[in-house]
């Protein structure tokens, strides 16, 4: 029974490039959430989505970050043109319920991103 | 104001005690409450959820107190293996919000 997949689980990137980091829910999850979390730093919300939705992405950078959630296949989250702020520990986490009633998060193991 | 605040410790202490870690939140319409524990370089993973009512899960127990929008997580008779950073989590509308988290050392 798997839990959250993140893919890759370690990416480096030099200045520029573009990162695109997965996620597939646990099964009968269709509530995804993507967190990032720098170095000595807490966990900080970046996007909330459903299923072809973006519920509130409040906490995505204004430019170079996407995140979707296609009808088939895994969530994707997107740093274009990379800086090396954006070095970091990006977790996805799903949960079967959401909204007001959104309990227990279940999280992938993160994948780090290092930009050179 | 911070959303969630949290001591970031480290809290050292021996195998055997007893120790309580406090947590405040700014948004008095936050609508649930849990903490999580995060291992270095792991992902996080829910702890307990807590209730106005209090509530207790072997040595750990839970206590919220919304009239100071106060949140607390006491470990009795400590081991080794609760050594980790302890997260305070804030449900507001439909995101959870995460405390930078205290962190918990444990020594023989």
């Given at each position: 029974n798997a839990g959250v997949m993140q893919n890759p689980r370690h990416l480096v990137r030099r200045r520029g490039q573009e990162a695109r980091l997965r996620c597939s829910p646990m099964k009968g999850h269709s509530h995804v959430y993507w967190y990032r979390q720098l170095p000595e730093e807490g966990l900080k919300f970046m996007v909330y989505l459903q299923k072809e939705n973006i519920?509130?992405?409040?906490?995505?950078?204004?430019?170079r970050f996407s995140a979707e959630f296609p009808k088939e296949g895994p969530s994707i989250l997107r740093i274009q043109?990379?800086?090396?702020?954006?070095s970091a520990a990006y977790f996805c986490a799903s949960s079967r319920l959401g909204g007001r009633n959104t309990g227990e998060l279940f999280f992938g193991e993160g994948s780090r991103l290092t930009v050179l | 104001r911070k959303e969630v605040e949290q001591d970031p410790g480290p809290f050292n202490v021996p195998e055997g005690a007893t120790v309580a870690f406090n947590c405040t939140y700014?948004?008095?319409?936050?609508?649930s409450f849990f903490w999580y524990r995060q291992d270095c370089r792991k992902e996080p993973k829910l702890l307990m959820s807590v209730y106005s009512s209090g509530n207790e899960d072997g040595r750990f127990t839970a206590q919220l107190n919304r009239a100071s929008q106060y949140i607390s997580l006491l470990i009795r008779?400590?081991?080794?293996?609760?050594s980790a950073t302890y997260l305070c989590v804030v449900n507001l509308y439909s995101t959870l919000t995460f405390g930078k988290g205290t962190m918990l050392l444990v020594s023989p």
């Open positions: 519920i509130d992405e409040s906490g995505m950078p204004k430019e043109q990379v800086v090396r702020g954006d | 700014s948004n008095s319409a936050s609508q008779d400590s081991k080794l293996s609760d």
